[in-house]
């Protein structure tokens, strides 16, 4: 089992930015790839992205550009900064961890999810 613990997450304005993190713990031997899902009111959870422990990065085409991931392998800990960020950006935010392959193929079946913490960008 692996546990994930979430930190950050808010109120924003548009065009305000948020840093979430991400500390796991457990058998993180099993894992390869930490990152980030959220889901809106009434919408499917989407990845948001996600980072393998070699460091290679996957984003969803609503971030790119403006969100980076990055992790410190030291601590088992991921990061996401959010900057520009857009009302649609709203949703709560799910620390994800598991294996690349099914990150990249947007399985979640094997996963390990955080508690989740909530976004919300409005004027």
């Known amino acids: 089992q692996v546990q994930l613990v979430e930190s950050g997450g808010g109120l924003v304005q548009p065009g305000g930015s948020l840093r979430l993190s991400c500390a796991a713990s457990?058998?993180?031997?099993?894992?390869?790839?930490m990152g980030w899902y959220r889901q809106a009111p009434g919408k499917q959870r989407e990845l948001v992205a996600v980072?393998?422990?070699?460091?290679?990065?996957e984003y969803a085409d609503a971030v790119k550009g403006r969100f980076t991931i990055s992790r410190d392998n030291a601590e088992n800990t991921v990061y996401v900064q959010m900057n520009s960020l857009k009302p649609e950006d709203t949703a709560v935010y799910y620390c994800?961890?598991?294996?690349?392959?099914?990150?990249?193929?947007?399985?979640?079946?094997?996963?390990?999810w955080g508690q989740g913490t909530q976004v919300t960008v409005s004027s």
């Open positions: 980072i393998s422990s070699g460091g290679v990065t």
């Open positions: 994800y961890a598991g294996r690349w392959i099914d990150a990249l193929l947007r399985r979640t079946n094997r996963a390990y």
């Open positions: 457990g058998s993180i031997g099993s894992i390869n790839a």
